[in-house]
């Protein structure tokens, strides 16, 4: 079993800039791929960036140029720099992460951390 902690989510104003970290403990052997969702009220979850075990990344087309995702593997943790954030990018934003135990793929959702934007 996985757990993800998100963690450096809060109020911020247009234009400015946050991170978020997500760590994950418990039974890990190699996590795979990891990335970061939002759920905005109303709205369906969708995927922000994902970064593969070997550094590959990828973004949401509404956010790139402005976040960068990057992982510490050696300390299973993933992180999201937020800049230029927008109104639109209130949320909560998810941690998600992979495993693939025996060719069995396992999916692990963290408890999410808000981000608000402020006008």
């Known amino acids: 079993q996985v757990q993800l902690v998100e963690s450096g989510g809060g109020l911020v104003q247009a234009g400015g800039s946050l991170s978020v970290s997500c760590a994950a403990s418990?039974?890990?052997?190699?996590?795979?791929?990891m990335a970061w969702y939002r759920q905005a009220p109303g709205k369906q979850r969708e995927l922000v960036a994902g970064i593969t075990d070997g550094g590959k990344t990828n973004y949401a087309d509404s956010v790139k140029g402005r976040f960068t995702i990057s992982r510490d593997n050696a300390k299973n943790t993933v992180y999201l720099q937020m800049n230029n954030l927008k109104l639109e990018d209130t949320a909560v934003y998810y941690c998600h992460a992979q495993t693939n135990v025996l060719g069995s793929v396992f999916n692990y959702w963290g408890q999410g951390t808000q981000v608000t934007v402020s006008s």
């Open positions: 418990g039974s890990i052997l190699k996590l795979n791929a």
